[in-house]
């Protein structure tokens, strides 16, 4: 079985500011590795995702993502925020070869950027 | 339609009685999932679809919980006898068949309250 902590639930951030959110797993087997966001009154959309290859990821609106399979951890950055990235973000991982490939999310993290 | 839709978007019930939310994935997606979303909480896997494939009912909390899909498209999940512990946002996804991406496309939920 596979875990995610979100080691933050919250992160206050101001706007042009850096950011990044913490995200760990635990799995027995190798595993993908994702990040979704869920903006106010959205439903959750796909930020950016690991499945093989370089170990940073970039997606959608300047993010990006380092896999680090020593610490098994998956942070996402952005060097300079906008308001509208106020929003929850979940990060989750699925392993490489489980039936039905369900995704394990973690708690997920609230961005509240200020001006 | 362009999306996943969820209905009733809001639905408020008594301790004990059944109801049934509704989910209509993208059209072509062979996969759906049902998540359970609850205050402060990550979201919760109940059960998975794929294609004719017998369902992964491993995340249902219990025999109250039933979920099913016709013909491959609109899926219902089920609960009975409600309980208070069951009141969540409860969010379907769907993914496209043809090879395994992890990108899930979710709907903007039904929100449960059992009084």
């Known amino acids: 079985a596979q875990s995610v902590t979100q080691l933050d639930s919250q992160v206050p951030v101001f706007e042009e500011a850096p950011v990044e959110l913490r995200c760990n797993y635990s799995s027995s087997v190798s595993v993908y590795l994702f990040w979704y966001v869920q903006y106010p009154n959205q439903g959750l959309q796909l930020l950016l995702k690991y499945l093989s290859g370089s170990t940073l990821v970039k997606g959608i609106n300047g993010f990006e993502a380092e896999f680090n399979k020593s610490q098994t951890s998956f942070h996402l950055r952005k060097p300079s925020v906008h308001i509208s990235d106020t929003a929850e973000y979940f990060c989750a991982v699925s392993a490489l070869k489980a039936a039905g490939n369900k995704l394990t999310f973690g708690g997920g993290t609230r961005v509240l950027v200020k001006p | 339609g362009a999306g996943v839709s969820q209905s009733p978007s809001n639905k408020v019930t008594e301790k004990g009685k059944d109801v049934e939310l509704r989910c209509d994935p993208i059209s072509g997606h062979t996969a759906l999932y049902w998540y359970r979303q609850s205050l402060g909480q990550g979201l919760e896997f109940l059960i998975y679809?794929?294609?004719?494939?017998?369902?992964?009912k491993s995340g249902l909390p219990s025999d109250r919980f039933s979920a099913e899909r016709t013909g491959g498209s609109v899926s219902t999940l089920t609960i009975q006898r409600t309980q208070q512990e069951d009141s969540a946002v409860y969010l379907c996804a769907s993914m496209q068949g043809g090879g395994w991406t992890g990108e899930l496309f979710f709907g903007e939920g039904s929100r449960l309250t059992v009084l």
């Open positions: 679809f794929q294609g004719n494939s017998a369902p992964d």
